[in-house]
């Protein structure tokens, strides 16, 4: 996973998307434009695919960003989840 967040955030920083002066609700516009797209491909009955992939890009892209261990975050909310259980 970690490769992954790697790969992308760099992608993303080359192509200018995102820099240094990126701020959190940058990250929260960009990633409310990506459920928006999500939203409308499930009214159209399209595939989701592409559009589940890229709201989990920008979300992996913010935790990076801000230096949060989002594999070790998810593993903790697991651990939560299945103790609720």
Same mark, same amino acid.
């Given at each position: 996973?970690?490769?992954?967040?790697?790969?992308?955030?760099?992608?993303?920083?080359?192509?200018?998307?995102?820099?240094?002066?990126?701020?959190?609700?940058?990250?929260?516009?960009?990633?409310?434009?990506?459920?928006?797209?999500?939203? +409308?491909?499930?009214?159209?009955?399209?595939?989701?695919?592409?559009?589940?992939?890229?709201?989990?890009?920008?979300?992996?892209?913010?935790?990076?960003?801000?230096?949060? +261990?989002?594999?070790?975050?998810?593993?903790?909310?697991? +651990?939560?989840?299945?103790?609720?259980?």
């Amino acid at each position: 996973m970690k490769q992954i967040i790697e790969n992308n955030y760099d992608v993303t920083v080359k192509r200018g998307c995102i820099n240094t002066e990126t701020t959190i609700h940058e990250f929260l516009y960009k990633l409310y434009e990506e459920v928006h797209e999500l939203h +409308d491909e499930i009214e159209l009955g399209n595939t989701i695919n592409h559009e589940l992939s890229d709201v989990i890009l920008v979300c992996l892209n913010l935790a990076k960003h801000f230096n949060i +261990d989002i594999e070790s975050e998810i593993i903790k909310v697991i +651990d939560i989840n299945k103790s609720r259980i």
